[in-house]
């Protein structure tokens, strides 16, 4: 696209904290509710909860980190070939 | 649910029962109620404003179509082009602001004398709303980069595999259900919460000026009533505020996904 020169990678810093939210909801849900099927399971009450949600909550931080947090430090020529990824 | 404040008191909270107010008495799943006469309503009186603020359009404008060209403006500008990119968000210009104007009028709604119902807080209203901008998110990203493409582009590249299926999983639940989701109850839940207060300290003053028969009441009632009017003030704030952030959420997702990795 001819505009991307102008366009920062990825929507402006106080728009982009509105979508963050999504995938800092996304994360405890799913992995706390994986666990608490394997503690269903396994018999094991509160365990793999707990490991779920504060892993979930961890995997959302990282994916918010590579999605919006590395723009600014990553060279376009870094490791990936899709230097910059929007949103 | 009626909640008593002291013994043989007869003060009625605000419940979700004051949500729904069938009217001409319908009933059910097909009865028209208070908030279907209110988003027709909002059709009649967004229509109205914008013929008249683009009749006789001048140069030097009138004040209506200044008002008109600001709002149109910000939607453009603003939420338009600066978020999708210049290169083809015009065609999602009439989207945006009609559904900024939409929620704007309906959300203006609950504290217009008379009117003071606002739509969308009946959750089926804020449903359909982030339906549209959820199927179209999503048909935009197929068009734009095909089926593939577009799975390919909700996740971030250049991880290593063991990191990617833990994330894989997160990003569909993401894109096909929280998204959509967060939409449409962060709308709904700031318009139903802000209309039950009101609701509340209206009733509430009024019930301990009126009806509690205790003199030492009356002061405690005004102050209800002032605190009407200051949340009122605030309501302003948060019926602005969530028609922005509504349509603002619905420019980035479609931004997201006609975003390009080259």
């Given at each position: 696209?001819?505009?991307?020169?102008h366009?920062p990678?990825?929507?402006?810093?106080?728009?982009?904290?509105?979508?963050?939210?999504?995938?800092?909801?996304?994360g405890?849900l799913l992995y706390?509710?994986?666990?608490?099927?394997?503690?269903?399971?396994?018999g094991t009450k509160p365990i793999f909860?707990?490991?779920g949600?504060?892993g979930g909550?961890a995997l959302?931080l990282?994916?918010?980190?590579?999605?919006?947090?590395?723009h600014?430090?990553?060279?376009?020529s870094?490791?990936d070939d899709a230097?910059?990824?929007c949103e | 649910m009626?909640?008593?404040?002291?013994?043989?008191?007869g003060?009625?909270?605000?419940?979700?029962?004051?949500?729904w107010?069938?009217?001409?008495g319908?009933?059910?799943p097909?009865?028209?109620?208070?908030a279907s006469i209110?988003?027709?309503?909002?059709?009649?009186?967004?229509?109205g404003?914008?013929?008249?603020?683009t009749?006789?359009?001048a140069v030097?404008p009138?004040?209506?179509?200044?008002?008109?060209?600001?709002v149109?403006?910000?939607?453009?500008?603003?939420?338009g082009?600066?978020?999708?990119?210049?290169?083809?968000?015009?065609?999602?210009?009439?989207?945006l602001?009609?559904?900024?104007?939409?929620?704007l009028?309906?959300?203006?709604f609950?504290i217009?004398?008379?009117?003071?119902?606002p739509t969308?807080?009946?959750?089926g209203f804020?449903?359909?709303?982030?339906l549209?901008?959820f199927?179209?998110?999503?048909?935009?990203g197929?068009?734009a980069k095909?089926?593939?493409?577009h799975?390919?582009?909700?996740?971030p590249p250049?991880?290593?595999l063991?990191v990617?299926?833990?994330?894989?999983?997160?990003?569909?639940?993401?894109y096909?259900?929280?998204r959509?989701v967060?939409?449409?109850?962060?709308l709904?839940?700031?318009m139903?919460?802000?209309?039950?207060?009101?609701?509340?300290?209206a009733?509430g003053?009024?019930?301990?000026?009126?009806h509690s028969?205790?003199?030492g009441?009356?002061p405690?009632g005004?102050?209800?009533?002032?605190?009407?009017?200051?949340?009122?003030?605030?309501?302003?704030?948060v019926?602005?505020?969530q028609?922005?952030?509504?349509?603002?959420?619905?420019?980035l997702?479609i931004?997201?996904?006609l975003?390009d990795?080259?």
């Amino acid at each position: 696209m001819d505009d991307d020169a102008h366009r920062p990678a990825g929507p402006p810093g106080e728009a982009a904290a509105w979508t963050v939210l999504a995938y800092l909801i996304s994360g405890p849900l799913l992995y706390g509710g994986l666990g608490w099927l394997a503690d269903r399971w396994l018999g094991t009450k509160p365990i793999f909860v707990f490991v779920g949600i504060l892993g979930g909550m961890a995997l959302a931080l990282y994916v918010v980190w590579v999605r919006y947090g590395t723009h600014d430090r990553r060279p376009p020529s870094a490791s990936d070939d899709a230097g910059h990824h929007c949103e | 649910m009626s909640a008593m404040l002291a013994a043989g008191s007869g003060f009625e909270a605000p419940s979700t029962a004051d949500f729904w107010q069938p009217l001409f008495g319908t009933d059910g799943p097909f009865a028209i109620t208070r908030a279907s006469i209110v988003i027709l309503l909002s059709a009649v009186v967004i229509i109205g404003l914008l013929l008249l603020g683009t009749r006789r359009l001048a140069v030097v404008p009138t004040k209506g179509q200044y008002l008109t060209e600001q709002v149109y403006g910000m939607v453009r500008n603003g939420l338009g082009r600066d978020i999708i990119g210049s290169h083809d968000f015009l065609k999602f210009v009439p989207l945006l602001f009609s559904m900024f104007v939409l929620i704007l009028v309906n959300n203006l709604f609950g504290i217009i004398p008379l009117v003071q119902f606002p739509t969308m807080s009946r959750i089926g209203f804020p449903v359909g709303l982030a339906l549209v901008v959820f199927v179209i998110y999503h048909l935009v990203g197929i068009r734009a980069k095909g089926l593939g493409g577009h799975f390919k582009h909700m996740i971030p590249p250049g991880l290593p595999l063991p990191v990617l299926l833990l994330i894989v999983p997160l990003e569909l639940l993401t894109y096909f259900f929280t998204r959509p989701v967060t939409l449409a109850l962060r709308l709904f839940g700031n318009m139903f919460a802000g209309h039950l207060l009101l609701v509340l300290f209206a009733a509430g003053g009024e019930y301990l000026i009126l009806h509690s028969n205790v003199p030492g009441y009356v002061p405690v009632g005004a102050f209800s009533y002032v605190m009407a009017f200051v949340m009122t003030v605030f309501e302003i704030l948060v019926e602005f505020l969530q028609a922005y952030i509504f349509t603002l959420l619905a420019a980035l997702y479609i931004a997201g996904s006609l975003a390009d990795e080259h």
